[in-house]
């Protein structure tokens, strides 16, 4: 008797724990999805660029999916850039549509989102709400610069964008006023890399080039082949320049 009620409890464990198991799986994954769109909504893309988009987010086993409605074309890959940077998710399934019509590959209004999003991407151009318009490929910049090497690299930059045939800067140099212990934002790892993917597509001077982006801490580590070393410390510089960026780890080869 002994032996049958041994047996049984025994075969009774086993059935409970074939239950038990996956329930358990089942609860972590879920917490760990959870966790994982509570991360991406709490990234600084998503805080700031994306905060006025109506994003959607949904993750299952690592595997995101992004719904909804965003103002602009370039807010689309941002969002889902940023996404597949944060920890645990293994793809993004980006269903995200573009409120009107989304502008064509060149167009005036296509290279007015490419130059909005380089110079508010780049630390020196990001705070000074510089104006832009776009009429067939010639920009024009308007608006304040904070000095005169702001209005300079505004100019450069706009010029760099493919599609841009000229650039006039009509931006008034008013030095912004000093503001005294204001703390530095904080910027995500997820968030710093994608900006950098994108101003590096978005660039003329380096949107052919096959770079790899990885960022810890704020450190950027920026690999792939270069043409010659000229374009390796392009590369450099123009990373630097972007928000949340510490320093960069150049490990690009020159062909």
Do not use: C
């Given at each position: 008797m002994?032996?049958?009620?041994?047996?049984?409890?025994?075969?009774?464990?086993?059935?409970?724990?074939?239950i038990?198991?996956?329930l358990?799986?089942?609860?972590?994954?879920?917490?760990?999805?959870?966790?994982?769109?509570?991360?991406?909504?709490?990234t600084?893309?998503?805080?700031?660029?994306?905060?006025?988009?109506?994003?959607?987010?949904?993750?299952?086993?690592?595997v995101?999916k992004?719904?909804?409605?965003v103002?602009e074309g370039?807010h689309k890959?941002?969002a889902?850039?940023?996404a597949?940077?944060?920890?645990?998710?293994?793809s993004v399934?980006?269903?995200?549509?573009?409120?009107?019509a989304?502008?064509?590959?060149?167009?005036?209004?296509?290279?007015?989102?490419?130059?909005?999003?380089?110079?508010?991407f780049?630390?020196?151009?990001?705070?000074?709400?510089?104006?832009?318009?776009?009429?067939?490929?010639?920009?024009?910049?308007?608006?304040?610069?904070?000095?005169?090497?702001?209005?300079?690299?505004?100019?450069?930059?706009?010029?760099?964008?493919?599609g841009?045939?000229?650039?006039?800067n009509?931006?008034?140099?008013?030095?912004?006023?000093?503001?005294?212990?204001?703390?530095?934002e904080?910027?995500?790892?997820?968030?710093?890399t994608?900006?950098?993917?994108?101003?590096?597509?978005?660039?003329r001077?380096?949107?052919?080039?096959?770079?790899?982006?990885?960022t810890?801490?704020?450190?950027?580590?920026?690999?792939?082949?270069?043409?010659?070393?000229?374009?390796?410390?392009?590369?450099?510089?123009?990373?630097?320049?972007i928000?949340?960026?510490?320093?960069?780890?150049?490990?690009?080869?020159?062909?």
């Amino acid at each position: 008797m002994k032996a049958r009620n041994y047996v049984a409890m025994m075969a009774a464990i086993v059935v409970m724990m074939t239950i038990v198991a996956p329930l358990r799986a089942s609860f972590a994954s879920s917490a760990s999805d959870a966790a994982i769109v509570s991360s991406i909504k709490d990234t600084y893309v998503y805080k700031t660029y994306l905060k006025d988009d109506d994003i959607k987010i949904a993750s299952r086993n690592g595997v995101v999916k992004l719904t909804g409605v965003v103002a602009e074309g370039f807010h689309k890959s941002l969002a889902a850039e940023t996404a597949e940077g944060v920890n645990g998710v293994k793809s993004v399934d980006n269903r995200l549509t573009v409120k009107g019509a989304e502008p064509t590959a060149n167009s005036d209004a296509w290279i007015k989102e490419k130059v909005k999003a380089t110079l508010l991407f780049h630390r020196s151009t990001s705070g000074s709400g510089i104006e832009v318009s776009v009429l067939d490929g010639k920009v024009t910049l308007s608006g304040k610069a904070n000095s005169q090497a702001q209005k300079e690299l505004a100019t450069e930059y706009a010029g760099d964008i493919d599609g841009v045939k000229s650039v006039d800067n009509n931006m008034v140099v008013s030095p912004a006023e000093t503001t005294t212990g204001k703390a530095v934002e904080y910027i995500d790892d997820a968030s710093i890399t994608a900006q950098v993917k994108y101003a590096l597509l978005t660039h003329r001077s380096t949107s052919a080039i096959h770079t790899k982006v990885s960022t810890k801490s704020g450190v950027v580590t920026v690999s792939g082949e270069a043409k010659n070393e000229a374009e390796a410390k392009l590369v450099t510089k123009l990373v630097n320049d972007i928000n949340g960026v510490t320093s960069v780890n150049n490990l690009m080869t020159v062909q």
